[in-house]
């Protein structure tokens, strides 16, 4: 079951460091009034300057709000930073603002022009118009929670001083993990749809009249080609084709930047740079598939976050999924499977159920 990197976690008895990941988790939602409607008011004056506080930000538009945890040894820590931060954005809230629990806005005006872009620095504002402009009027709308991972880097140190005959750098022994992870990830997002998917319907002047929509309630339309998505090529054969194949997209005029590549993984660099994740290494990894948990105040349950750590243990420690060869045709079918899954009934057993039971088992 395991391969030689799993094996030689268990050999060093530390399933235990290498099953808690450091983690950072971002939950987007929109702020509404009482009576159901994009909130009018501004950024909540008690949580001080906008473009400068690092952990309640603006998403997109003016009235997404976006916490973003501090990264945390173990991942149930950032989930108490979560709650306190919860609380922070809460409590700053005009009196007759809420916040909205499901991943799919609320009723919109019929002219989405009148929603105000978030109020950020120039150079990102501009990013957000000229993307807006190439986007339908809703498609940066739908919120959810992305988590971003990282691996101890004691697990890391460990396992390389045993498998270093076979890698010619310590980068590339790091991104062989990190690529086993966003394969893994890749493919099963369908089984995440299944397990987690909570957007059911869109509200009212969301879509057109006219326009290609739903005919009926489904698992999850923010996971779905209705989502937001990026209509580009996929490579997950390395990090270095991985890194290539954006690059290209971004030279063809397909992508603005490497922020603009929303696809449920992507591979991340501290600093910034892909190139930088080639020659030294990627540095975690952010999984972006999570609808909000309308069950829960805060947008995403422990539960969730420790289905998540057994999956990155399950990925890291076991064989890839396959061949490098066949890994952008089987990441494919996991798209499409995706694709099935997120448009199902929600109160149906999805037609993959067996598959679904396989795995878990």
């Not at 909130?39 to 003016?62: C, M, S, W």
């Not at 600093?271 to 948990?293: A, C, F, P, Q, S």
């Amino acid at each position: 079951m395991f391969d030689d990197i799993g094996q030689t976690i268990f050999n060093n008895e530390i399933v235990g460091s290498a099953s808690d990941f450091n983690m950072g988790i971002e939950v987007e939602t929109i702020r509404v009034n009482s009576a159901g409607q994009l909130t009018k008011e501004p950024y909540p004056k008690a949580l001080g300057n906008q473009r400068k506080n690092h952990f309640i930000k603006t998403d997109v538009y003016q009235v997404q709000s976006e916490i973003i945890t501090p990264t945390a040894r173990k991942s149930f820590d950032a989930m108490h930073y979560l709650m306190a931060l919860n609380d922070t954005l809460r409590n700053a809230l005009e009196p007759n603002e809420l916040l909205w629990p499901m991943s799919m806005p609320p009723v919109l005006p019929q002219d989405k022009r009148s929603i105000p872009i978030a109020n950020v620095d120039p150079k990102q504002k501009a990013y957000y118009e000229k993307w807006i402009k190439t986007r339908s009027d809703t498609q940066g709308l739908p919120v959810g929670v992305h988590l971003n991972v990282s691996i101890n880097d004691d697990v890391l140190q460990t396992v390389w001083e045993s498998q270093r005959d076979k890698y010619d750098s310590y980068a590339e022994f790091v991104n062989y993990i990190y690529i086993k992870l966003a394969q893994g990830f890749g493919y099963y997002r369908w089984l995440i749809t299944y397990l987690f998917g909570n957007s059911p319907i869109a509200e009212r002047n969301y879509f057109k009249l006219d326009e290609d929509q739903p005919s009926h309630e489904v698992r999850s339309i923010r996971s779905s080609h209705y989502g937001l998505t990026s209509d580009v090529t996929h490579n997950y054969r390395s990090v270095r084709e991985y890194v290539d194949n954006i690059e290209q997209n971004i030279k063809d005029g397909n992508l603005f930047s490497e922020a603009e590549y929303h696809t449920s993984v992507r591979l991340k660099s501290m600093n910034g740079d892909l190139t930088h994740m080639v020659k030294n290494g990627t540095d975690y990894i952010e999984l972006r598939m999570l609808d909000l948990d309308p069950t829960t105040a805060l947008g995403v349950r422990t539960s969730a976050v420790r289905f998540f750590r057994i999956l990155l243990s399950y990925f890291m420690m076991t064989p890839p999924i396959t061949t490098p060869d066949k890994i952008n045709l089987k990441l494919d079918q996991g798209r499409a499977m995706n694709e099935v899954v997120a448009m199902e009934s929600p109160t149906q057993q999805t037609i993959y159920h067996h598959e679904a039971q396989n795995f878990l088992d």
